[in-house]
């Protein structure tokens, strides 16, 4: 199947300081890219939606100031978090799919476990 | 919000034994996927059943889905101990938004 890259898998950050997730489609282009995030022991909640080329729709209660993200290249999404805090903390995983062309699959990166200290 | 539930939310069998979860959901489907996740990694996708099929195998699992109830079943034959996981359901709906959204999971224990 169709490989996401997620990098990094592992990152730790103080306080306050921001972090940059990166999410590559490797070998199909990813026209529509997908945000969430899992706390420890419980499910993956979406946080956002977001479309080559396009701002990103967010989720009830994600705060788009806190969590940045750009979609500017069919292979790669960013989500950036802002001024991170401990509560941040958690494990965050990108999928992408390719729509151009009517329904397909979509595909998981391996997802980014956050420490903010 | 999640659109599926989940239950058992965790389950604890002994290997050999057979292992089945249920998956419930909210809204009309394009089809529905289950996917494993070992504790602190990422997802393992095991297998996908369109909306208009019933049952599907692959190897030890089983899959069945029925549309009229708004939910699927995965079931897991012979387990062994490396099925230890978390095991998600996931609809991927019949919507021009065509985010995919999670269930609750069931945690998975297989006892040696």
Known sequence: GAVVSQHPSRVICKSGTSVKIECRSLDFQATTMFWYRQFPKKSLMLMATSNEGSKATYEQGVEKDKFLINHASLTLSTLTVTSAHPEDSSFYICSARDLAGGYTEAFFGQGTRLTVV | ?112
């Open chain 2, 1 to 112: 919000s999640q659109q599926g539930e989940e239950d058992p939310q965790a389950l604890s069998i002994q290997e050999g034994e057979n292992a089945t979860m249920n998956c419930s959901y909210k809204t009309s489907i394009n089809n529905l996927q289950w996917y494993r996740q070992n504790s602190g990694r990422g997802l393992v996708h095991l297998i996908l059943i369109r909306s208009n099929e019933r049952e599907k195998h692959s190897g030890r699992l089983r899959v069945t889905l029925d549309t009229s109830k708004k939910s699927s079943s995965l079931l897991i034959t012979a387990s062994w101990a490396a099925d230890t996981a978390s095991y998600f359901c996931a609809t991927d709906p019949y919507s021009s938004a065509s985010k995919i959204i999670f269930g609750s999971g069931t945690r998975l224990s297989i006892r040696p």
